[in-house]
């Protein structure tokens, strides 16, 4: 058995138990073709980067579970017609793959002080560069 990731965009239309379902509803396909769900990572709702059926926001959830090669076209073909799920992604895991996304924090609270610094920083106007041979000629 491979190990697989399932990303999943759920729609931000949809109630908190709107959204369990769906998410339960994935797992239930899974384990039906011979998987087994090990996690589930939700990321809650983010804006999507682009906008998709008219919408700006969507839940994120991650799915990692181990199953026999045939079970993510399966499970593929099953997600293509749910209505809730905006879009999908199966991707096979590699045995030594330790790299694990984790979703963006947002950024600490800046001090006034900082703000200003960095403020201060891109505002300040920059040295015109002199081309080496007027440098010469000018001492």
Request: hydrophobic share 40%; glycine share 2%.
């Amino acid at each position: 058995m491979n190990k697989y990731e399932l990303a999943l965009v759920v729609s931000a239309k949809l109630d908190n138990e709107g959204v369990a379902a769906v998410v339960d509803n994935a797992k239930q396909l899974i384990e039906r073709f011979g998987g087994q769900v090990s996690e589930v990572e939700e990321w809650g709702k983010r804006k999507l980067a682009y906008e998709i059926q008219k919408q700006t926001e969507a839940f994120y959830f991650f799915v990692q579970f181990e199953a026999d090669t045939t079970a993510p076209a399966e499970i593929e073909s099953r997600m293509r017609i749910m209505e809730n799920v905006l879009r999908y992604l199966v991707i096979r895991k590699d045995e030594n793959d330790t790299f694990k996304v984790t979703p963006e924090k947002a950024p600490a609270a800046e001090t006034a002080e900082e703000a200003e610094a960095e403020e201060a920083v891109e505002e300040a106007p920059e040295a015109p560069e002199v081309p080496a041979e007027e440098a010469e000629t000018e001492e």
